[in-house]
DNA sequence: ATGAGGCGTGTGACCGTGCACATGCCCGCA
DNA sequence: TGCGGGCATGTGCACGGTCACACGCCTCAT
């Protein structure tokens, strides 16, 4: 009965074919800027377009063309400062390659979960994927699967290096290592972040690699979770001994946590210990005492990110050398008593 | 050619159902849990179906059906903990309710953007709508297109109840003010967050409320942004009067500025100045000193958000109350000093 | 014995889009 | 004059699911 009203539905290329008297296929070549059709033509469409609030249908076309224009994150932990700057920054750059970005949160100790994201971002018809979770159960289960999809991974590996992009992280641990021991630090701890984080495993190779080149005796690491409570009772438990003046701690919050414990000890900063972190959150430089850390680029990284994956396709010979980060030094830092 | 190896597209239900000697039809039963096959049949097809991972399209299924199991989630300042906290527990709410979140971050000072991230969700088919932007102008353009979706608005406007849930902003706020006041504080300051943010206005609403209730005498907020620096700024700009004995900042990072500022200036917290935060974030524990604040269930919040979108369909009778949130008494406020 | 009805399954259409191919027209060149 | 070729447009099918309906078979009440 209804020949011209929706009948419920949206109006689709047929509907807006037939109000303009024509084909449905002359109005899928307007929505796809094909070069053959005469201007008038095209714009009769047009208006009719705009008339009805016509939308594509997104489903029908990725159903026909396999391509979903979507990338897709897997992510844990994505409250926290690193992780959400990242995924921040590859949605603008995503963007601006006119991209969307679809979001898997998982929780990444659970194989299941992890299965479950994937599955979902594939299912979805992600042209490709970044992983931002630490697990090198991840990349087993991406490989176990045969994803065809063109990944990259926000992590330091070192190896598998054409799917891996990051901020040299080793680097940057070397930098905020060398810097203490500059200032004449020789008992230096290290606190890392979560055992399973490559990111955390990287920061400490850093860490070790620097202490041994300078020919400082390396103590053993301490296996932190980039909380700021742990970074409390962290420096609760070493002040009781209290053999080191300086601590590099593998993130900012743990070194906050770190600085709360060794005041309410009733020492001070940097007189008695100095403090690095890592990542510079935005609140570090008014943490009290303003925090010497290290900064990443994270902007940087989101927009080579979406480069190497949709670079992939066009053989773009995007940089793929790591993004060296920086060291900025505030008041947490200074040279030991004695 | 061809017969049985995939030709490079992924498998149909009516691969499967060749394979297992059924037609396509009853693969789709199986798929969505038909009661009437014989479970002899529904194994083989599971069989078949595990052995050449299956995967349903989800393209197609969205095509014919409509139906997304997909909430979206319109976001700005994703990076900002009350947002991101929100996001996750959102994800991991609709998760256990078998349904999936796209997220779409805009700029809120930029119409277009708006209207941008919005049709993209709607394009992709959304089953409900998340807004955790501040701006009046998202809601603008939400009613102005005739939005057929269900949406939830993450902000206390007190006005369109059936489209609002919250944590009670308001009363949070009254909380951290009539804190400051029982310990005997008569000269408060306040800084809100942006203007055009719907939870700073109400934060800034309840403080004058508290305020006039309680007959202080009231001094007009200072219009922050957010940031610990501006906080910083702020601070050292309060201090050149030095007219207060107390600051209720409307979240935790522009607290910590404050503090730093107040520390800067030789003063003592909360000796000299008593400093109350909002939203409890997990490093305010170890400020310095350890930060009084206003706690806000975000699970909760996720958990009532997506149980309001989905359950209007069920006509679900769900709690509508605002959440209250919950004062958490630390050590950055005390007496003041006479 | 017969018809109603449930069970297990198959057939064909349809959702909205893009693609391959066909069509008619006009232009230019041999 | 005939023909190749580009332009503007139309026709029909494919994509991978779901839905409405049909079909045999068996059971059970009439």
């Known amino acids: 009965m209804s020949d011209e009203p929706s009948k419920g539905r949206a109006p689709s290329i047929r509907d807006v074919a037939r109000l303009a ?18 201007p008038e033509t095209k714009q009769r469409v047009l208006d009719v377009m705009a008339e009805v609030q016509y939308q594509p249908n997104r489903a029908a076309r990725a159903l026909v063309t396999s391509r979903s224009h979507t ?7 994505s409250t926290q400062y690193g992780p959400a700057s ?5 949605e603008a750059a995503a963007r601006e390659a006119g991209y969307w970005v679809s979001t898997a949160n998982i929780d990444a100790s659970d194989d299941r979960s992890i299965a479950d994201g994937l599955a979902h971002l594939v299912a979805q018809g992600v042209e490709g994927l970044v992983v931002i979770a630490p697990q090198a159960r991840v990349f087993d289960t991406l490989a176990q699967r045969s994803i065809d999809v063109p990944y990259v991974s926000l992590q330091s ?7 891996t992009l990051s901020v040299d992280q080793i680097a940057g641990a070397r930098l905020a290592t060398r810097h203490l021991i500059e200032l004449g630090h020789r008992n230096i701890y290290h606190l890392t972040g979560p055992q399973d984080w490559i990111e955390a495993e990287a920061r400490m190779r850093g860490f070790l690699e620097e202490m041994s080149a300078s020919d400082v005796p390396t103590t053993a690491p301490i296996l932190g979770d980039w909380t700021a409570d742990f970074g409390y009772y962290a420096g609760r438990e070493l002040l009781t001994v209290r053999d080191f003046t300086a601590i ?12 709360h414990a060794i005041r309410d000890a009733g020492l001070e900063i940097p007189r008695d210990v100095s403090i690095v972190g890592f990542d510079d959150i935005p609140e ?24 190497l994956l949709l670079g992939s396709d066009a053989g773009a010979p995007e940089p793929r050398d790591a993004i060296v980060p920086e060291l900025v030094v505030r008041s947490s830092t200074g040279r030991p008593a004695f």
Chains 1, 2 share one sequence.
Do not use: K, Y
């Open 157 to 163: 590996t070192g190896q598998d290096p054409d799917h």
């Open 248 to 259: 590099f701690s593998s993130n900012d919050q743990m070194a906050l946590g770190l600085m």
């Open 21 to 38: 008297g024509v084909s449905h296929q002359t109005v899928s070549r307007v929505l796809n800027h094909h070069p053959s059709i005469r």
């Open 284 to 307: 570090a430089a008014h943490f009290w005492p303003p925090l010497t850390t290290v900064r990443q680029d994270f902007a940087e990284l989101g927009r080579r990110c979406v480069a």
């Open 86 to 90: 990242s995924i921040t920054a590859i």
């Open 71 to 77: 990338i897709g994150i897997l992510s844990s932990q």
